[in-house]
C-alpha cells in the first residue's frame, strides 16, 4: 500500500487490503478516498441532479397557481372553458353544415348559437317561475306534514314546551337584575336580492361565452392550425389527435346523454301526470335536465319527486309511485341501454368522477357540476395522447 499526504487528505490506492474507513478517519484525521469507486459528479451532472430535484416542488407550486387562479378568475375562465367545451360540441355540425350544404361558417355558426341561447332562455322560462312558487310552498307543505296527531310533532311540542320554559327563566332573571336585553339587528340581503344578483352575473358570463363560442366556431380551426405550424413536427399529429378525440368523445358524451335524459324526462313527467302530481311538465324537464350530473343529479331528482309527492299527496303508496318510478327508469338506461344501444361506456374510474363533480363544483359552483364529466373527458384524452403523462391515465382509467 502506498500513500499520499497532501492538504490533510489521505488517498489510499487499492491493493486488496481493507481499512475501516470511519474508525481510520476518527484517529487519524484524514478522510480517505477509493480512487477506484469515488467520482465527483461534474458541474453538468451537478446541474442535471439539481434540476431533477427541483422539479418535483415547481410542478406542484405550479399546478397550485393554476388552481389558484382558476377560483379567483373564475368569473372570467369558466366563460371561455364553457366556451370551449360548446365549440367542440358544436364544430362538427358547422363542418357538416359547409361541405354538405354549402352554407357558410358565419351563417350557421351564428344559427347554431342562437339555438343554443334560445334552448336555455326556454328552459329558464318553463323552470323559473314554477320554481319560485315552490320555494315559497315547500316550508310551509313540510310544516302541514309535521303538524298532526305523530310522534314527530309531539316531539316537537315537547322542545317548543321547553324552549318557552327556558324563555320565561331568562326573563324572569333579567328582570331580577334589572337588566335590558341588548338587540342586535342583522342586516343582510333577502334570497331574492341575491338571486338577482346572481343572475345578473349568469347572464352576463352566457354573453360572454356565447359570443367567444360564436367566434370559435368561425375561426377556430383557423386559429389551431396556426398554433400547430408552430410546433415541431413529431408533436403535430399529437395535438391534432387531442383535439380530434376530443371532439369525438365530448359529441358522444352528450348525444348519447341528451337522447337518453330526453326519454327519461318525458317518462318522468307522464308518470307525476299520472298520478296527479302538480306542474308535471316542469318535474320531467328537472329530471331529464339533473341526469347530465352523474350520481348526485340522480340523488337530487329523487329528492325532489320525494318532498313534492309527500306535499301534493295523500296515501302514501302514491306518494311513492313517482321517485321509485324515475330510481327505476335511470337505472335501467344508465346500466343497461346506454351501454347497450348507443355502445356508450365511460372509461374513467367512477371514483374519479364522483371527486371531480366535488372539486369542480367546489371551485366553481353548478357550472363547475355541469362541467366536471366533459372536462374530465378531455384530461383524460390529453393523458391518453401524451407519453410521459400515459401512467396517469391509466390510473384513472376504468
Avoid at 383557423?222 to 368523445?249: A, C, E, G, M, Y
Wanted: aromatic share 10%; hydrophobic share 50%; with cysteine.
Amino acid at each position: 500500500m502506498r500513500s499520499r499526504h497532501g492538504e490533510g487528505r489521505l488517498t489510499v490506492f487499492n491493493t486488496g487490503l481493507e481499512f475501516p474507513g470511519q474508525l481510520f478517519s476518527r484517529y487519524t484525521g484524514f478522510i480517505m478516498e477509493d480512487q477506484s469507486t469515488n467520482k465527483e459528479p461534474t458541474g453538468e451532472n451537478k446541474r442535471l441532479l439539481i434540476s431533477s430535484d427541483l422539479a418535483t416542488p415547481i410542478y406542484g407550486l405550479f399546478g397550485l397557481g393554476i388552481l389558484y387562479t382558476l377560483y379567483v378568475a373564475h368569473q372570467i375562465v369558466l366563460p371561455i372553458i364553457l366556451a370551449v367545451m360548446t365549440s367542440l360540441l358544436l364544430s362538427p355540425l358547422v363542418k357538416k353544415a359547409y361541405v354538405k350544404w354549402r352554407v357558410p361558417r358565419m351563417i350557421s355558426s351564428l344559427v347554431f348559437v342562437l339555438l343554443v341561447l334560445a334552448g336555455i332562455v326556454g328552459i329558464t322560462l318553463a323552470v323559473a317561475t314554477p320554481a319560485l312558487k315552490w320555494v315559497e310552498e315547500v316550508p310551509q307543505g313540510i310544516s302541514r306534514l309535521l303538524v298532526g296527531e305523530s310522534e314527530i310533532s309531539r316531539q316537537i311540542a315537547r322542545v317548543s314546551e321547553s324552549a318557552e320554559q327556558v324563555e320565561k327563566s331568562v326573563e324572569e332573571l333579567s328582570e331580577s337584575e334589572r337588566q335590558q336585553p341588548t338587540t342586535v339587528v342583522l342586516q343582510t340581503d333577502s334570497w331574492r336580492n341575491q338571486l338577482m344578483t346572481k343572475a345578473r352575473n349568469g347572464i352576463a358570463g352566457l354573453a360572454l361565452a356565447l359570443a367567444l363560442t360564436y367566434f370559435l366556431l368561425v375561426s377556430g380551426d383557423r386559429l389551431i392550425k396556426n398554433f400547430v405550424r408552430q410546433l415541431p413536427i413529431d408533436q403535430r399529429k399529437t395535438v391534432l389527435r387531442i383535439t380530434h378525440d376530443s371532439q369525438h368523445q365530448i359529441a358522444q358524451y352528450l348525444g348519447v346523454l341528451g337522447l337518453s335524459n330526453l326519454a327519461v324526462g318525458t317518462t318522468t313527467g307522464l308518470i307525476c301526470w299520472a298520478v296527479g302530481l302538480p306542474d308535471p311538465a316542469v318535474w320531467g324537464l328537472v329530471a331529464g335536465l339533473a341526469r347530465f350530473i352523474p350520481y348526485l343529479g340522480v340523488i337530487l331528482s329523487i329528492s325532489m319527486l320525494t318532498i313534492v309527492s309527500a306535499i301534493s299527496l295523500d296515501e302514501f303508496w302514491m306518494m311513492a309511485i313517482a321517485p321509485l318510478g324515475f330510481l327505476g327508469l335511470t337505472t335501467l338506461v344508465g346500466f343497461f341501454i346506454e351501454p347497450w344501444i348507443h355502445g356508450f361506456r365511460m372509461a374513467i374510474n367512477p371514483v374519479i368522477i364522483f371527486v371531480s363533480i366535488f372539486f369542480w363544483g367546489w371551485l366553481w359552483g353548478p357550472v363547475g357540476v355541469l362541467l366536471a364529466v366533459p372536462l374530465m373527458t378531455v384530461i383524460q384524452v390529453v393523458l391518453k395522447q401524451i407519453p410521459k403523462l400515459r401512467p396517469v391515465y391509466k390510473v384513472i382509467a376504468r
